[in-house]
């Protein structure tokens, strides 16, 4: 039975500095040993409430947040118009008033038009050997591994990747959760394996196997895969 959390020691973990996200890295390198040797099929899928896909294993399910990379605004404003002479000192002042205020109106549009990192509601993700499907109160997709242009780990519970949408327009995506190193593997051994973070291993933590070995369980030979 697949179960890379087995026989751990938790008496000796603890006493190596074991914590609960190194549950999460040992898990991964259980699933990737199995993709990379082409043995999905003895990976149990885990419990979803999303419907798969027939031969669809899913990997993971949990909570998680997600960014997206886009204006809160589409840039555009409406101009204030007074009714006054500008020929009379109080007209002069009234429609210098409303300039300095349509400009600041510009300004704002044009600022909350520039892309920046937006966090999403929180939700939740299901990961699959095929894809990951995103939920949240708001709305609800897949983003398939095979669709991405590109995948990277940006920090040890931050995924990242670049895809284009049904129109073909570039998005950018990322994804904050303890299964980011999971959603990467899972990704690039499939569709990126010269990853520089895969070929170097060094998506996995510097000494993870050693802490493996302290906390009575043998790590799979997963770095530089």
């Given amino acids: 039975m697949f179960d890379p959390l087995a026989e751990i020691d ?37 419990a979803t409430r999303v419907r798969l896909e027939p031969g669809e294993t899913c990997l993971a399910d949990g909570g998680v947040q997600w960014f997206t990379w886009r204006g809160v605004g589409d840039g555009r404003w409406t101009r204030g118009r007074v009714r006054a002479d500008g020929q009379t000192p109080l007209g002069a002042v009234a429609h210098l008033g409303n300039g300095v205020r349509n400009e600041t109106r510009r300004s704002r549009a044009e600022a909350a038009a520039q892309p920046r990192w937006i966090a999403e509601r929180p939700g939740s993700a299901m990961i699959s050997n095929r894809r990951i499907h995103l939920a949240n109160p708001e709305r609800s997709f897949s983003l398939y591994w095979s669709a991405l242009e590109s995948v990277d780990l940006t920090a040890p519970d931050l995924v990242g990747c670049r895809f284009p949408d049904h129109n073909g327009t570039m998005q950018q995506l990322q994804i904050r959760s303890a299964w980011a190193p999971l959603i ?34 043998k790590c799979p030979k997963v770095r530089g895969l």
Avoid: M, N
Wanted: charged residues 15%; glycine residues 8%; contains cysteine.
């Fill in 10 to 46: 938790r008496a000796l973990a603890e006493q190596a500095g074991w914590t609960w996200f190194d549950d999460y890295l040992l898990y991964t390198c259980g699933v990737a040993e199995l993709i990379a040797s082409g043995r999905v099929a003895q990976i149990p899928s885990t």
């Fill in 184 to 217: 990467f593997v899972t990704a690039a051994l499939q569709h990126f394996p010269h990853h520089p973070l895969l070929r170097t291993g060094t998506w996995l933590p510097a000494g993870f196997e050693d802490k493996c070995h302290l906390a009575g369980k």
